[in-house]
């Protein structure tokens, strides 16, 4: 008893793939316009991500110059 494997044609894959990645798409983009217009409520409740270095007290004489400066600047 052998099975038919049922093959999509590629026309119906497109007419599935194609609205469906349009509305990701669109929904990505509303959702970056919609987080930069409210970046001061959204940084309010989620948290701005600014970083605290804090050395532990019995590791403050240790050197924490890893790499040598060859510049003073970025240019």
């Known amino acids: ?26 929904l990505a983009v509303i959702l970056n316009l919609a987080a930069s217009a409210l970046s001061s409520t959204l940084d309010t409740y989620v948290g701005k991500g600014e970083n605290y270095i804090s050395a532990p007290a019995d590791k403050k004489d240790w050197n924490a110059q890893y790499y040598d400066t060859f510049y003073t600047d970025g240019d």
């Open 1 to 26: 008893m052998e099975t038919k494997k049922l093959k999509m044609s590629n026309r119906k894959f497109r007419c599935i793939l194609i609205p469906v990645l349009s509305v990701i798409t669109l």
